[in-house]
């Protein structure tokens, strides 16, 4: 069974930094895309960033470059994001994804889904 269960997120004010991870079960890693996107209320879920496993390849939304990076540990299955110069409009509940194919991650519509993690940025 597959499983990709996040942890970290929280409360920030801005300027400030968190770091959430994705941990991923019951499947290889190896062969996947993973990825974070995000859901802020009310609004549409949105593409973040995303992580070719094999190759490290990263992509970023626009408007995190510079403030975010994917990264990901091969030894533990994870994959994490850290978040620097947080802004109010960060604030969304965080979903990792993982798909076999990296349009899918980044198109939200990849086969496996955390439960998500709150992010708040108060300003």
């Known amino acids: 069974q597959v499983q990709l269960v996040e942890s970290g997120g929280g409360a920030v004010q801005a300027g400030g930094s968190l770091w959430i991870s994705c941990a991923a079960s019951?499947?290889?890693?190896?062969?996947?895309?993973m990825g974070w996107l995000r859901q802020a209320p009310g609004k549409a879920r949105e593409f973040v960033a995303a992580?070719?496993?094999?190759?490290?390849?990263?992509y970023y939304a626009d408007s995190v470059k510079g403030r975010f990076t994917i990264s990901r540990d091969t030894a533990q299955n994870t994959v994490n994001l850290q978040m620097n110069s947080l802004k109010s409009e960060d604030t969304a509940v965080y979903f990792c994804?993982?798909?076999?194919?990296?349009?899918?991650?980044?198109?939200?519509?990849?086969?496996?889904w955390g439960q998500g993690t709150q992010v708040t940025v108060s300003s």
């Open positions: 992580i070719n496993w094999r190759g490290g390849n990263t």
């Open positions: 019951g499947l290889t890693a190896s062969n996947m895309a």
């Open positions: 994804a993982a798909d076999f194919e990296m349009a899918a991650v980044r198109a939200g519509t990849g086969r496996y």
